[in-house]
């Protein structure tokens, strides 16, 4: 059963760091996998996308401050995000899929997997 799981997700104020990870069970057989978020009263934003080659995109509103990282024997990818603010409060999920690859791998793409989601909450 294909599975995807995040975790990291917590409190911190504006300014601080926070590092998600999400893990693809070994049969997601995933060659792009990206990160989303979704704040309360606000459509799912992409955020970052990273490729089976490491080709990663990132949303405007993630660059420069948010890094997405992947281990690929562990089927992981990381979210590292730095300068925290109070709107980057939101759910944040995973997503993976097995047919994207390339330029088809993009933050917003949709994607066949997701994960149940984890909560990132920046206070002011």
């Known amino acids: 059963q294909v599975q995807v799981v995040e975790s990291g997700g917590g409190s911190v104020q504006a300014g601080g760091s926070l590092r998600l990870s999400c893990t693809a069970s070994?049969?997601?057989?995933?060659?792009?996998m990206g990160w989303f978020r979704q704040a309360p009263g606000k459509e799912r934003e992409g955020v970052a996308a990273?490729?089976?080659?490491?080709?990663?995109n990132y949303a405007d509103s993630a660059k420069g401050r948010f890094t997405i990282s992947q281990d690929k024997a562990k089927n992981t990818v990381y979210l590292e995000m730095n300068s925290l603010k109070p709107e980057d409060t939101a759910m944040y999920y995973c997503?993976?899929?097995?047919?994207?690859?390339?330029?088809?791998?993009?933050?917003?793409?949709?994607?066949?997997?997701w994960g149940q989601g984890t909560q990132v909450t920046v206070s002011s």
């Open positions: 070994r049969d997601t057989y995933a060659t792009c």
């Open positions: 990273i490729d089976s080659d490491g080709r990663i």
């Open positions: 997503a993976a899929d097995r047919y994207r690859d390339g330029p088809s791998c993009y933050a917003g793409a949709v994607f066949d997997y």
